[in-house]
């Protein structure tokens, strides 16, 4: 318990104190309008890559927020570069991005200022803005409510009857207009007549039916088929006639019907365990988030669906020239989830997973010890196109029943050195477990 907490709080100072500051950094500054999100010691990326870290945040003025970046001395950035301020994904922390711009002109030197800035969109104000609408609803309902409320209602109603009068008027002063609507209506009676004197004559399908013998005849010899059938029917005769008589084959449906009923019961014991897992990765200085949610159908099956945040995205490569050099920039598109969907199997102690992990194929061992307090994990997956395939493993403890704390390594023969090890902080309820706290919330509350 000493050496987690220990680790938790070495975690906390890496990920909260910024370590590359030095002589191999030069400072630059940002006056965004907001940082909200933004912490010290967060990375500075260009084209996907890390080149710094987020040094300081100070109010600049009295309603901008100056944010001061440690860059690395080989990377030169123009002057009218923009600096935006992004998140990594829907779970993600925030970061700073640094869009170069035009090429051989003057760089920023240490202690200038980026002058172009974009900051994140802030979610609560958003949220104020419905939180002013709704009050404005609110006082218009309150309007309503009170007496002069009530008179506006009175004036609408007076209005409604003022605009009856000005039809009533209108109607009366084109006369004419009615009168022809009341002939185009005595038209359409006329129409009517003639139909039903074409019925009489025995003209037309329906007159043929009223009129015609052997219309009728045909729609005797109908019925008399109909009767045909219902008489097999009723002596057990055809596939309806057993359904309906023989024994057997209600039998067999109620069967059918029994084994569908087991079924549904199954699903109605089914249980869920929601999971979620954080993992700092040290070489990226990233948080990486994994939401997962169990379907155990049985004590030794379980179905698993989820989402787990992507560091590295769609990856590509561009080849170009500055300043007589070659360069090779890595392009990724860091906003998008992966996805996870799995069917694991348990053989006493030890669980066999296969299906997608990470939007990849692939497959994974879960081996429990210590009544389960301990759990060996190895997972084997498919990378990126014409590349080595993802390995990752680790041990997971879990020191209480619902939180669990973990270390491992991940994509360790990756080709493309992104290999790096992890610490993990994790969490999981059960349905049952949900269903207690929120039990345990609603009582305390209505004390």
Not at 42 to 61: F, K, M, P, Q, T
Not at 131 to 155: C, E, H, M, P
Not at 265 to 276: F, G, I, L, N
Not at 372 to 377: C, D, N
Request: net charge negative.
């Amino acid at each position: 318990m000493l050496a987690a907490l220990g680790v938790l709080v070495w975690m906390a100072l890496r990920l909260g104190v910024f370590s590359g500051w030095g002589s191999d950094y030069y400072q630059i500054n940002a006056v965004f309008d907001e940082a909200s999100g933004l912490k010290v010691g967060v990375g500075v990326e260009v084209a996907g890559i890390n080149v710094g870290r987020v040094a300081d945040i100070s109010l600049y003025g009295v309603d901008k927020a100056q944010v001061s970046l440690a860059i690395r001395n080989d990377v030169r950035l123009p002057l009218d570069s923009r600096a935006v301020i992004r998140t990594q994904g829907v779970l993600g922390d925030k970061f700073v991005e640094i869009f170069p711009g035009t090429q051989g002109s003057a760089v920023l030197s240490s202690g200038s200022q980026i002058q172009e800035t974009v900051s994140a969109v802030d979610l609560s104000e958003l949220l104020e803005k419905l939180g002013s609408v709704a009050d404005d609803l609110k006082v218009l309902t309150s309007a309503l409510a009170k007496d002069g409320g009530g008179q506006d209602l009175r004036d609408i109603v007076n209005n409604v009857k003022e605009l009856s009068h000005s039809l009533k008027e209108l109607t009366a002063a084109n006369g004419p207009g009615v009168t022809k609507a009341i002939e185009t209506l005595g038209r359409v009676a006329d129409n009517m007549e003639a139909i039903t004197d074409r019925v009489n004559k025995g003209q037309g399908t329906l007159g043929q039916l009223i009129n015609d013998d052997s219309a009728m005849r045909e729609l005797r010899a109908t019925l008399a088929g109909l009767r045909q059938i219902t008489d097999k029917v009723s002596s057990g005769e055809g596939t309806l006639g057993r359904l309906v008589n023989d024994s057997t084959t209600i039998d067999k449906i109620d069967q059918a019907l029994t084994s569908v009923n087991n079924y549904l019961e199954k699903s109605e014991s089914m249980a869920v365990t929601v999971d979620y897992r954080a993992d700092w990765m040290t070489r990226y200085d990233y948080l990486k988030s994994t939401l997962g949610i169990k379907l155990h159908t049985s004590p030794y099956r379980y179905y698993l669906l989820g989402v787990t945040g992507d560091y590295f995205g769609n990856y590509s490569r561009t080849d170009y020239t500055y300043n007589g050099r070659q360069y090779r920039r890595e392009n990724r598109d860091r906003g998008r989830l992966k996805f996870n969907a799995q069917i694991a199997q348990r053989f006493y102690d030890l669980v066999v997973r296969g299906g997608v992990f990470e939007s990849g194929a692939g497959f994974g061992l879960d081996y429990y010890l210590f009544d389960e307090t301990l759990a060996i994990t190895m997972e084997a997956f498919s990378g990126d196109f014409d590349h080595n395939p993802h390995l990752r493993a680790m041990a997971s403890w879990r020191f209480w029943k619902y939180f669990y704390l973990g270390a491992g390594y991940d994509d360790f023969i990756s080709d493309l050195h992104r290999s790096t090890p992890f610490f993990s902080f994790g969490f999981s309820f059960t349905d049952d477990d949900l269903k207690e706290l929120l039990g345990g919330a609603s009582s305390f509350i209505s004390k």
